[in-house]
């Protein structure tokens, strides 16, 4: 698959390569299969009797959490992809390589490890036996059975190991400016607009799990203790994960971006120390006429030393930083509000 914006292929994960492999758009492979499980549920629920009460809230709400959190993670891929390649256009103007040499480097670059995404998705499709006490419970309650465990263990193990194979490809994407790095980058400190398209695929996919969360807690029943710990269980290490994945694909653009404000400021003081020595010997000779050009020149070296020591080392801008920050924090708003209203909804519509 190539960009729009480069003719350089780029690298691809499994999933991308699987949806492409469907000759279906990711919409339409996202309907198809949120749609073949509900259908699915729906017949077992009715198979079950559930389905003789129809407005069981909780029940269709736990039911539908894994469609929608499988279906969200479908349909950011194609946003994943593009962020992702525009990060690579924008550090293609830092690789001291001509489009040849670039398109070996990126050919060459073992970003995506099929076996290991491959392992990653059974690993995350795994972790539900993990959780089949909780999924089981929730199967056999109130008037359903365990035979909607049919549908709830499938469709909970998609729903995971889908999470699991983006967990590591966002932390194995991290190893693609590793790899671009290999050479001695032209990083400028005074040319971060150029950097950002990086920094915004790190956000992008921070973004894209922490929504996720909040998602899926929009879709959780009323909280429990109970239900409260397992939230903590699986959502920390997501949450946790993400804001390190958004670190871990800046850090060797980060590497350089500190030797380049190291040598900067090592410039900046050569020439304050040379027109400190000029200073002195004037001074010392009695030429005191040409001290205030002199002064002036030490002053201005001063501010831009001050100026030099106050740029960032990391390739994102303040916006960036806030939006983390803010992402980080829109799951506990959420869960808090829906609480909120629940609680309200209640005190105005008592039911018995």
Same mark, same amino acid.
């Given at each position: 698959m190539e960009t729009e914006s480069t003719s350089i292929t780029t690298p691809s994960t499994l999933l991308e390569d699987l949806i492409e492999r469907s000759q279906l758009s990711p919409l339409h492979l996202t309907g198809a299969v949120v749609l073949g499980l509900i259908l699915f549920l729906i017949g !077992?629920?009715?198979?079950?009797?559930? +389905?003789?009460?129809?407005?069981?809230?909780?029940?269709?709400?736990?039911?539908?959490?894994?469609?929608?959190?499988?279906?969200?993670?479908? /349909?950011?891929v194609p946003l994943s992809r593009r962020l992702r390649d525009d990060a690579i256009s924008a550090f293609r103007p830092l690789v001291p390589l001509d489009d040849d040499g670039f398109r070996c480097l990126l050919n060459e670059a073992s970003i995506f490890d099929r076996r290991r995404e491959w392992l990653a998705l059974c690993i995350g499709a795994g972790c539900t036996l993990l959780l089949s006490g909780a999924v089981l419970g929730w199967a056999s309650a109130g008037r359903?059975?365990?035979?909607?465990?049919?549908?709830?263990?499938?469709? @909970?193990?998609? *729903?995971?190991?889908?999470?699991? +194979?983006?967990?590591?490809?966002?932390?194995?994407?991290?190893?693609?400016? @590793?790899?671009?790095s290999r050479f001695s980058l032209n990083v400028s400190i005074f040319d971060l607009a150029s950097l950002e398209p990086i920094a915004r695929w790190s956000l992008?996919? =921070? !973004?894209?799990?922490?929504?996720?969360i909040t998602l899926s807690l929009l879709l959780i029943p009323q909280f429990s203790l109970r239900r409260i710990e397992i939230i903590v269980i699986i959502y920390t290490p /997501?949450?946790?994960? %993400?804001? +390190?994945?958004?670190? !871990?694909? *800046?850090?060797?653009?980060?590497?350089? *971006?500190?030797?380049?404000?190291? $040598?900067?400021?090592?410039?900046?003081?050569?020439? /304050? *120390?040379? /027109?400190?020595?000029?200073? #002195?010997?004037?001074?010392?000779?009695? $030429?005191?006429?040409? =001290? $205030?050009?002199? !002064? %002036?020149?030490?002053?201005?070296? =001063?501010?831009h030393e001050q100026w030099?020591?106050? +740029?960032?080392?990391?390739?994102?801008?303040?916006?960036? #930083?806030r939006n983390l920050v803010l992402s980080m924090l829109?799951?506990?708003v959420v869960g808090i509000i829906r609480e909120a209203l629940s609680w309200l909804l209640k005190r105005l519509l008592p039911v018995s």
């Open positions: !077992l629920a009715y198979v079950d009797g559930v +389905l003789a009460d129809p407005v069981n809230v909780d029940f269709w709400r736990i039911g539908l959490i894994w469609p929608a959190i499988i279906a969200y993670s479908l /349909l950011t359903s059975g365990w035979l909607l465990a049919i549908y709830a263990l499938p469709a @909970a193990g998609l *729903m995971c190991g889908l999470i699991g +194979l983006g967990i590591y490809s966002s932390i194995s994407g991290s190893n693609l400016f @590793a790899e671009l992008g996919g =921070t !973004l894209s799990y922490i929504s996720g /997501l949450i946790v994960t %993400s804001v +390190l994945a958004f670190f !871990l694909n *800046m850090r060797s653009v980060h590497g350089y *971006m500190v030797e380049a404000k190291r $040598q900067e400021l090592t410039v900046v003081r050569d020439s /304050l *120390m040379a /027109l400190s020595r000029t200073l #002195k010997e004037r001074t010392a000779k009695g $030429q005191v006429e040409d =001290t $205030q050009a002199l !002064l %002036s020149a030490i002053k201005a070296w =001063t501010a030099v020591r106050g +740029l960032p080392e990391w390739p994102y801008t303040a916006a960036i #930083k829109l799951p506990g």
